[in-house]
Antibody, heavy 121, light 107 residues
Framework: QVQLQESGPGLVKPSETLSLTCTVSGGSISSYYWSWIRQPPGKGLEWIGYIYYSGSTNYNPSLKSRVTISVDTSKNQFSLKLSSVTAADTAVYYC???????????????WGQGTLVTVSS | AIQMTQSPSSLSASVGDRVTITCRASQGIRNDLGWYQQKPGKAPKLLIYAASSLQSGVPSRFSGSGSGTDFTLTISSLQPEDFATYYCLQDYNYPQTFGQGTKVEIK
């Protein structure tokens, strides 16, 4: 059974960089796409971006200038960095596995439990 | 980006009721649509992919239909554990976009 677990600071100061890591267990990170998705408190879901195990990425244009997603296949982990954060970036951040049948995009079959990141001084 | 509009935003229903939620895309997305269930404090859970394919382990009372711009999620007989918020997600192109959600509450 594949499991995903987010980790990282729960509190980030405005203008600083949010950094999160997702550790994949019960399966290999290879041959799949891996995404970050966020949900502000009481609001809907927003796709942030994905990374393929080979390292190719695609980001939401609304966040593209501030987002970097990277992968470490030796550790079965992938990571999110979001720079210049403001209070609007306060959200629960989820990592998820994306299943692509022919060409991306695909659907999300496994999700982490989510981690709340609050942006506040 | 493709806009996904769900209706209704919320509904009240009783156990045993048949419930239908709709999702409309701002442009045609073939059958590249999924439905997700989210309970408070939990991650979303995949119910349906490719508009009508039931994810492994999901009860058969859940079904999906539609293609192009109009899609439907149906719960044939609502159970107590089905009270949750439901989201559609288009995976036709990037950025993938979610509907705003439909909260199913107990009547």
């Amino acid at each position: 059974q594949v499991q995903l677990q987010e980790s990282g600071p729960g509190l980030v100061k405005p203008s600083e960089t949010l950094s999160l890591t997702c550790t994949v267990s019960g399966g290999s990170i290879s041959s799949y796409y891996w995404s970050w998705i966020r949900q502000p408190p009481g609001k809907g879901l927003e796709w942030i971006g994905y990374i393929y195990y080979s390292g190719s990425t695609n980001y939401n244009p609304s966040l593209k200038s501030r987002v970097t997603i990277s992968v470490d296949t030796s550790k079965n982990q992938f990571s999110l960095k979001l720079s210049s954060v403001t209070a609007a970036d306060t959200a629960v951040y989820y990592c998820a596995r994306e299943v692509v049948t022919l060409v991306p995009p695909g659907y999300f079959d496994y999700w982490g439990q989510g981690t709340l990141v609050t942006v506040s001084s | 980006a493709i806009q996904m509009t769900q209706s209704p935003s919320s509904l009240s229903a009783s156990v045993g009721d048949r419930v239908t939620i709709t999702c409309r895309a701002s442009q045609g997305i073939r059958n590249d649509l999924g439905w997700y269930q989210q309970k408070p404090g939990k991650a979303p859970k995949l119910l349906i992919y490719a508009a009508s394919s039931l994810q492994s382990g999901v009860p058969s009372r859940f079904s999906g239909s539609g293609s192009g711009t109009d899609f439907t999620l149906t719960i044939s007989s609502l159970q107590p554990e089905d009270f949750a918020t439901y989201y559609c997600l288009q995976d036709y192109n990037y950025p993938q976009t979610f509907g705003q959600g439909t909260k199913v509450e107990i009547k």
